[in-house]
C-alpha cells in the first residue's frame, strides 16, 4: 500500500506509474456530485417518470436543481412528474442534501470496512472540517439527526394532513415536503409553492422549524447536544446562533413594514398572517425556496432585502449554501476592526486568525464574481427585466430556489447558466478555486511596498 507523508499536500502527490489516477479531494467531490446528477438526469428522463415527455436539458436541470437543493423548476413538478418521478427527485434531494460522502462513510462502516486517507480528506472537504479524528463520529451524527427531524417533520406534517386529504395522500406530501425543507431544497407539489397555507400557523412554524434545522448547521447542533450550556459552546456555534437571530429579526421586521400595505401580498391578510407572513418570507430566504406570497409581487425594497439574505445563505456543514452567516460575520467584524485601526479580529474575546479572514474574503469576492458575469450572460440571452434576471441569478448561486417567474421561459443557453449556478454554489466557490489552481511554495520573497485604496 503506498504510505502518506503527513507533510506532503494531496495535491502534490505525483501519480505513480500503476495507472491510478491522482486527483485533488475537491474534484473528486466535484466528480460524485456530477455522476449523481447524470443518474438523476436519466432516471428523470425515462417516460415512468413523466407524465409528459420532457427534453433532456430539462432533466439535466430538475436532477442538478435537486442535486443541488435549489427548487429552481423549469417545469411544474407536481404536474409534470409521475410518483415514480417525485420519488427520484425526493433521493437526489437527500443525497444532495446530505452529502455523499455522508452516506458513503456511514455506509462504509456499516459493512465493516476502513476508511482510507484519501476518503478523509474527501470528506473533510465535504464537511468543511479540519479535525479528521473528529469526521466519523460526524458522518454518524448528521445522518443520526437528519433522521430524527425528518420523522418528527412528516410525522407532524401527516396528522395535520390526514382529515383534509386522507392517509395515502397525507402521507406522500407529508414525505415530500419534509424532505424538501429539510434540506433547503424548496420543491413543491404545487406550482405556487405553499401560497395557500399562507396564514396557517401549522404548515408555517413546521416548514420553517425544518429548514431552519437544516440550514443552521450540524456541527452547530452536535455541539449543543454536547455541551448544552453557551459557555461551553464554539466560538463558531455562538456566532452561528447570533447571526441566525440578528439576521432573521431585522428580516422579519423590515418585510413587515414594507409590505404592510401591498394589496398583493400582506395588506389582504390579518395581523396574525401577516407577521406569520413576514417570517416565512424573511427566513425562506436563507436557501429554502418555499414561499407562501407572490415573489414577483413584492416592493423593491423587499426584493433587494431578499438579494443579500440569499447570498449570505445559512450555516457551514449544512443543506444551505451562500457565502453563510459566519463568513458575513467575519468580514463585518474585520471591516469594523479596521476603521477602529485594530490590527487583529476580535469577537467574543477570542480573536479569528488572518487566514480565516481572507478565506471569508476570497468566498465573497469569487460569489459575487460568479455572480457578476452570470448576470452579463443573462442579460445577452434573455430578454428579460434586468431586476428578474438578478434575482434568479443570485437564487441559484446561492442554490435558494425563489423565482420571480423567469425559470420557465429561459432559453436553453439560460437554462445553462444556472445549471452553472446551481452546481458552483452546492460545491462551493472555495472549492472550485481550490483544484482550479496549483499549490506553490515560494522561497523568494519580495521587498513590500505600499499602495493606495480607497
Excluded at 434 to 440: C, N
Aim: contains cysteine; positive net charge.
Amino acid at each position: 500500500m503506498e504510505q502518506w507523508h503527513p507533510s506532503i499536500s494531496p495535491l502534490e502527490r505525483k501519480p505513480k506509474a500503476s495507472g491510478k489516477i491522482a486527483a485533488a479531494p475537491p474534484l473528486i467531490l466535484c466528480g460524485g456530485f456530477l455522476l449523481l446528477i447524470a443518474l438523476g438526469t436519466c432516471l428523470l428522463k425515462l417516460p415512468m417518470a413523466t407524465h409528459v415527455p420532457i427534453s433532456w436539458v430539462q432533466s439535466v436541470f430538475t436532477s442538478t436543481s435537486a442535486v443541488t437543493v435549489t427548487g429552481l423548476a423549469v417545469v411544474d413538478t407536481g404536474t409534470t412528474f409521475t410518483v415514480y418521478g417525485h420519488l427520484i427527485i425526493a433521493l437526489l434531494i437527500q443525497c444532495g442534501g446530505l452529502g455523499l460522502m455522508t452516506l458513503a462513510i456511514v455506509t462504509l462502516i456499516a459493512l465493516g470496512g476502513k476508511i482510507s486517507f484519501l476518503q478523509f480528506t474527501v470528506a473533510r472537504e465535504a464537511f468543511n472540517q479540519t479535525d479528521a479524528s473528529t469526521l466519523v463520529s460526524t458522518a454518524k451524527s448528521v445522518l443520526i439527526f437528519s433522521i430524527i427531524i425528518e420523522l418528527i417533520g412528516m410525522l407532524v406534517l401527516f396528522l395535520y394532513w390526514l382529515e383534509p386529504l386522507g392517509w395515502q395522500t397525507s402521507l406522500y406530501h407529508s414525505f415530500f415536503y419534509t424532505i424538501s425543507a429539510f434540506n433547503n431544497a424548496g420543491f413543491a407539489l404545487r406550482a405556487d409553492s405553499l401560497t395557500p397555507y399562507v396564514a396557517d400557523p401549522v404548515i408555517n412554524m413546521t416548514i420553517t422549524g425544518l429548514f431552519i434545522a437544516g440550514g443552521l448547521g450540524f456541527s452547530v447542533w452536535i455541539d449543543l447536544v454536547k455541551n448544552k450550556r453557551w459557555a461551553k459552546l464554539s466560538l463558531y456555534s455562538k456566532m452561528m446562533i447570533l447571526g441566525t437571530v440578528v439576521i432573521n429579526s431585522v428580516a422579519v421586521i423590515a418585510i413587515y413594514c414594507i409590505e404592510y400595505n401591498n394589496p398583493n401580498t400582506l395588506a389582504p391578510l390579518s395581523e396574525s398572517g401577516k407577521w406569520l407572513a413576514s417570517w416565512f418570507q424573511a427566513v425562506t430566504t436563507r436557501t429554502a425556496g418555499f414561499n407562501t406570497v407572490a415573489i414577483d409581487q413584492l416592493e423593491d425594497a423587499t426584493t433587494a432585502l431578499m438579494l443579500m439574505l440569499m447570498f449570505i445563505g445559512g450555516g457551514s456543514m449544512s443543506t444551505a449554501s451562500g457565502i453563510k452567516v459566519v463568513t458575513f460575520m467575519v468580514l463585518v467584524m474585520a471591516t469594523y476592526n479596521y476603521l477602529r485601526r485594530d490590527g487583529a479580529v476580535h469577537f467574543l474575546k477570542r480573536e479569528i486568525p488572518k487566514e480565516t479572514v481572507s478565506k471569508a474574503l476570497a468566498l465573497t469576492i469569487i460569489s459575487a464574481g460568479v455572480t457578476w458575469i452570470a448576470i452579463f450572460c443573462l442579460l445577452l440571452s434573455e430578454e428579460a427585466d434586468m431586476l428578474d434576471i438578478v434575482f434568479e441569478a443570485v437564487s441559484a448561486l446561492g442554490t435558494v430556489g425563489l423565482s420571480r417567474g423567469l425559470t420557465t421561459s429561459l432559453s436553453e443557453a439560460g437554462e445553462f447558466i444556472l445549471i452553472f449556478l446551481m452546481f458552483m454554489g452546492r460545491l462551493g466557490p472555495l472549492t472550485l478555486a481550490y483544484f482550479l489552481a496549483s499549490p506553490r511554495t515560494k522561497k523568494l520573497r519580495y521587498p513590500s511596498a505600499k499602495i493606495a485604496i480607497g
